[in-house]
């Protein structure tokens, strides 16, 4: 797993370094304290001292949507009085961030939208454990156990596709490789996307040949990598694209919502659901503050956030949105994330191999 991280990072970590870790086209930071200020001041305290004292700022690095964090901190800050900084970016982006501030952290909360990046980051023993109140009426497989991490919210992965290309839905992955979609499909890059990983992983888990076959004939259809979730949709609602193979479906929801000519369809056979983790990172700086924004994103106001967003909350209790599909209506793929997070540094690479 420390390697998958590795790979991850690989990708991203030079553009890091080439921007100074400023903002880039992909991300962008929201605080009217500079990250630099942030760090300055809370290192002018010892460690004892800030991990003691509450502070009146917090670090958050988070994987989108963006208009679901931006909402979430707005909220956040109003009901505790403090300043959250937020950088955010893809998942590759922010491991690449994290390490690349390795010797001078500065993040206290973290948001991806991938398990495995948790449970490698409790291995490596980077993760503060902390039980929130609302522990025991989450998904039991998105939350860790001791409090290391909680998948708050979950993406299911389908089809996506453009409505007025695509007449009648596909009903399987196995579709796209029909004429009808040649030089048509777009894919997510999973060394970028982190739910793009999961699908994979878990549909290689499932079907071994079988799934390398579908992607060998996906391939000679011309299926396209294009970047992470959100570039792969949007060719897909320009009409570059007729479909998204392993799209998320909070960002179709919300595209529909606007009245773009999208949909998706997920898949008879079996897909994945990624639960999104948040866990607080041990060299925090802002621990109690961290710990209120772990209780604020578990809790009732944090899932009615991430239902109203069309992501599937992980209290069950609250996935009212109409406009999305529930968990139990979908057929998932069966997969056991600690040990399927070993297995995917390998797979990722035969796969980029594979593509490229």
């Known amino acids: 797993m420390k390697k998958l991280s590795l790979l991850f990072i690989s990708v991203f970590v030079f553009?890091?370094?080439?921007?100074?870790?400023?903002?880039?086209?992909?991300?962008?930071?929201?605080?009217?304290?500079s990250s630099t200020e942030s760090t300055k001041d809370s290192n002018s305290q010892s460690n004892g001292d800030?991990?003691?004292?509450?502070?009146d700022k917090l670090v958050l690095y988070a994987a989108g949507p963006d208009n679901m964090v931006?909402?979430?901190?707005?909220?956040?800050?109003?009901?505790?009085?403090?300043?959250?900084?937020?950088?955010?970016?893809?998942?590759?982006?922010?491991?690449?961030?994290?390490?690349?501030?390795?010797?001078?952290?500065?993040?206290?909360?973290?948001?991806?939208?991938?398990?495995?990046?948790?449970?490698?980051?409790?291995?490596?023993?980077?993760?503060?454990?902390?039980?929130?109140?609302?522990?025991?009426?989450l998904y039991k497989d998105w939350v860790d156990a001791e409090g290391y991490y909680y998948g708050f919210s979950g993406s299911a992965l389908g089809i996506s596709y453009n409505t007025e290309q695509v007449k009648n839905a596909p009903k399987d992955w196995s579709d796209l490789t029909k004429p009808e979609f040649k030089d048509k499909i777009a894919i997510?890059?999973?060394?970028?996307?982190g739910t793009a990983i999961d699908l994979l992983s878990i549909n290689v888990k499932n079907?071994?040949?079988?799934?390398?076959?579908?992607?060998?004939?996906?391939?000679?259809?011309?299926?396209?990598?294009?970047?992470a979730n959100k570039p792969a949709l949007e060719t897909v609602i320009k009409g570059q694209n007729a479909a998204v193979f392993g799209g998320v479906d909070y960002m179709v929801y919300a595209a529909k919502k606007k009245g773009e000519p999208v949909d998706i369809a997920f898949p008879e056979s079996g897909t994945a659901i990624s639960p999104r983790p948040a866990f607080i990172l041990k060299s925090a700086k802002n621990v109690e503050n961290a710990k209120a924004y772990m209780e604020y994103v578990t809790g009732a106001d944090g899932q009615k956030q991430v239902d109203s967003f069309f992501l599937m909350?992980?209290?069950?209790?609250?996935?009212?949105?109409?406009?999305?599909?529930?968990?139990?209506?979908?057929?998932e793929l069966k997969y056991d994330w600690k040990n399927l997070s070993k297995e995917s540094e390998t797979v990722l690479k035969k796969y980029m191999d594979m593509m490229r």
């Not at 398990?115 to 609302?134: C, F, H, R, S």
């Not at 079988?210 to 011309?222: C, E, R, S, T, V």
């Open 70 to 137: 931006e909402a979430m901190v707005k909220d956040f800050e109003k009901k505790q009085g403090v300043k959250v900084e937020v950088f955010s970016g893809t998942t590759g982006e922010i491991l690449g961030r994290l390490e690349a501030e390795k010797n001078n952290p500065k993040a206290d909360i973290v948001q991806v939208a991938s398990l495995p990046a948790a449970i490698d980051y409790k291995e490596k023993g980077l993760i503060m454990p902390y039980k929130v109140k609302n522990h025991d009426k």
């Open 313 to 331: 909350p992980a209290d069950k209790s609250f996935a009212k949105n109409k406009e999305g599909v529930k968990r139990e209506d979908i057929k």
């Open 50 to 55: 800030t991990k003691s004292n509450k502070t």
């Open 188 to 193: 997510p890059d999973p060394s970028q996307s």
């Open 207 to 227: 079907n071994e040949d079988k799934a390398w076959d579908l992607y060998k004939q996906l391939k000679d259809n011309g299926i396209k990598m294009a970047g």
């Open 15 to 33: 553009i890091l370094v080439l921007t100074g870790c400023q903002n880039s086209s992909g991300t962008k930071e929201t605080s009217k304290d």
